[in-house]
């Protein structure tokens, strides 16, 4: 089982950036592929970006694509999500999330607890 934790988010105003980051724990990190998805209030858990295992390709909803930037530290057991020009509409809780394979499938095999990103206009 592996334990994630993520970190970073906070209050921002419109055009800023913040990064987040997921510490991972529990499993061999490097082996698996790595995700972010978020959720906004009343609203689904939508994906937002993934990672494969080497860090050699990424993959970002078309809503980030250009203004977030997913990375991975494999000796650190840490993955990134750099996010800049940062729009209200990105306001929503943030989660880490580990793939069940060491290519970004779609399906998640463990959730972190979420950090809170809130741009404001």
């Known amino acids: 089982q592996v334990q994630l934790v993520e970190s970073g988010g906070g209050l921002v105003q419109a055009g800023g950036s913040l990064r987040l980051s997921c510490a991972a724990s529990?499993?061999?990190?490097?082996?698996?592929?790595m995700g972010w998805f978020r959720q906004a209030p009343g609203k689904e858990r939508d994906f937002v970006a993934a990672?494969?295992?080497?860090?050699?390709?990424?993959y970002y909803a078309d809503s980030v694509k250009g203004r977030f930037t997913i990375s991975r530290d494999n000796a650190k057991n840490t993955v990134y999500l750099q996010m800049n020009s940062l729009k209200p509409e990105d306001t929503a809780v943030y989660y880490c999330?580990?793939?069940?394979?060491?290519?970004?499938?779609?399906?998640?095999?463990?959730w972190g607890q979420g950090t809170q990103v809130t741009v404001s206009s």
């Open positions: 999330a580990t793939s069940s394979s060491s290519n970004w499938s779609g399906r998640v095999g463990s």
């Open positions: 529990g499993r061999t990190f490097s082996a698996y592929a």
């Open positions: 990672i494969n295992w080497s860090g050699g390709y990424a």
